[in-house]
């Protein structure tokens, strides 16, 4: 017969709490953060198997402080390197995801740096430029609305005469056509003739 309620439940506890796991694990796999934590301990790896090779493991304490910062900074390189590979690997025959990375990359690092001297006063420049020429287009742009402006005031104005003109004519008409009626009604009383 079919399975119990407690069993169904149980298997779907644990087909989702698979599900979670795996999950999990892709989104670790995926993560550009995992991706660079995992460049840069390989690199860091590599690093301190190479300086172990070199230099052997009895080292003066200074020597050590040495490796370890040089170690670093060669870990931090390889890993911003190792990520930047794998950019490229990841996005490799897409060329549209390839530009949008490498503009992103571009982005992070401009954002970095501050704006030099000469940038500031080229930026400047560039703004002065743009207002000294697009006032005229500003002007321009101001006229022309005020001339339509104009014509359609003169247009609105020349609208309501007519209107108003047809109102009077109308109510003249109205005013004739109820006096011819009146009389008409006065004539055909009878005992008025």
């Known amino acids: 017969m079919g399975q119990s309620t407690e069993e169904l ?8 709490e698979n599900l979670a796991n795996d999950l999990d694990a892709l989104q ?9 934590e995992r460049r840069k301990e390989a690199a860091r790896n590599r690093v301190l198997g190479v300086k172990d090779k070199v230099m052997g493991s009895s080292q003066s304490a200074a020597g050590s402080a040495q490796s370890s910062v040089s170690g670093a900074a060669d870990s931090v390189k390889g890993g911003v390197q190792d990520a930047a590979s794998s950019a490229g690997d990841s996005v490799q025959g897409s060329p549209l995801a390839a530009g949008a990375v490498a503009f992103a990359a571009g982005l992070v690092i401009a954002g970095l740096i501050p704006a030099s001297r000469a940038e500031a006063s080229a930026s400047k420049k560039v703004v002065d430029a743009a207002k000294e020429h697009g006032q005229p287009l500003v002007d ?3 006229s022309v609305g005020q001339e339509v402006g104009d014509q359609l005031k003169e247009h609105a104005t020349d609208a309501a005469q007519q209107v108003k003109q047809t109102a009077q004519e109308s109510a003249g008409r109205v005013q004739e056509e109820g006096q011819s009626s009146a009389e008409n009604v006065r004539s055909s009383a009878p005992g008025q003739s």
């Open 140 to 142: 321009e742009a101001k």
């Open 28 to 36: 670790d796999r995926v993560s550009p953060s995992a991706i660079v």
């Open 9 to 16: 439940s149980t298997e779907i506890a644990g087909t989702r």
